[in-house]
């Protein structure tokens, strides 16, 4: 390793959300689901896999860093006490990786359930945010034997190619790739400002954004953009979305301005009598980062108030 990787302030966050997942009783472990894909996630050590007996969470990440960039805040607050928690890599993030040559969140969903039947997981609730979400609803709509209940996060699944467009105008890029995946310090800026309400992320110098550019965004760049243009949500004018059986919580903050709020007033329309809508305010498109003990209370509220 150089002294460049020895002094990047993004490897020295990585190394201390490892030390935070690893103090919440996860391992970091990685698994074959078929002769195509091996999938990297965090979950309790193997032997705890059968003999835990606590609700299942499943953790799906959104577009751009691994999961345990985006989730440390949840491992932290539901491992071990509350959940048996997994939290995987989706496809060509982090170390998950395939040969197949399917990019849609379809397939990404289909990996996810391999997993879950890998390890020997049942029944099991599923927590999306943004292209996780994405993931999560198609689960919940293929499996709904397995999926029990559904969190879906800042997530517009119900987007037409308006909402697409709409996204490109407000960050003035010409493609989507430019938006997600950033590859200049005023791309991420761009980005970070409209994922975040944060006023403070986008005064960091350019150093910082294009160490955080190198480390996070430059692997499996090909294969993501590849990602981005397989998503079969959001093509046409039209929706192609249908209501879920499962109970469905839909979590959004009133400033996000990836998928603007009004989307989740549509979307708890169109998934059913079961689904409820709780908005953050004064957060944008991560409030699980943004507003962790609040989305954790929500989401705590609803996944165990039954019990």
């Known amino acids: ?61 959104g577009f751009g860093p691994s999961s345990m960039w985006q989730w440390r805040r949840q491992i932290q607050a539901f491992s071990p006490s509350a959940f048996r928690l997994y939290c995987p890599d989706l496809v060509f993030f982090g170390d998950s990786t395939t040969s197949s040559t399917k990019r849609s969140e379809v397939f990404q969903a289909e990996c996810m359930e391999k997993l879950m039947e890998k390890i020997g997981i049942e029944k099991f609730n599923v927590v999306g945010t943004s292209y996780g979400g994405f993931v999560a609803y198609h689960m919940a709509k293929t499996w709904p034997q397995k999926v029990e209940k559904v ?117 708890k329309e169109i998934l059913g009598d079961k689904t409820k809508l709780e908005i953050i305010k004064n957060t944008s498109h991560v409030p699980q980062i943004e507003c962790a003990q609040e989305f954790n209370n929500i989401v705590l509220k609803f996944l165990k108030g039954s019990q």
């Open 1 to 61: 390793m150089s002294l460049l990787s020895y002094l990047s302030p993004t490897r020295f966050l990585e190394g201390y959300l490892r030390r935070c997942l690893t103090a919440a009783g996860l391992t970091s472990q990685t698994l074959s689901i078929d002769s195509e894909t091996t999938i990297h996630f965090w979950g309790p050590p193997p032997l705890d896999h059968r003999t835990d007996d606590k609700p299942v969470m499943l953790l799906l990440h």
């Open 151 to 267: 969190v879906i996060a800042s997530s517009g699944i119900n987007m037409r190619k308006c909402d697409s467009e709409s996204l490109l105008q407000r960050s003035n890029c010409e493609c989507i790739e430019k938006v997600m995946l950033p590859s200049t310090a005023t791309e991420l800026r761009t980005l970070m400002g409209l994922a975040s309400s944060s006023r403070i992320v986008r005064m960091f110098p350019d150093a910082l954004w294009n160490d955080v550019i190198s480390n996070l965004y430059q692997k499996n760049r090909k294969e993501k953009v590849e990602l981005l243009k397989g998503v079969t949500l959001g093509r046409d004018e039209k929706l192609n979305i249908d209501p879920l059986s499962q109970e469905v919580l839909i979590i959004w903050g009133d400033k996000d301005q990836i998928f603007p709020v009004k989307m989740a007033y549509e979307l």
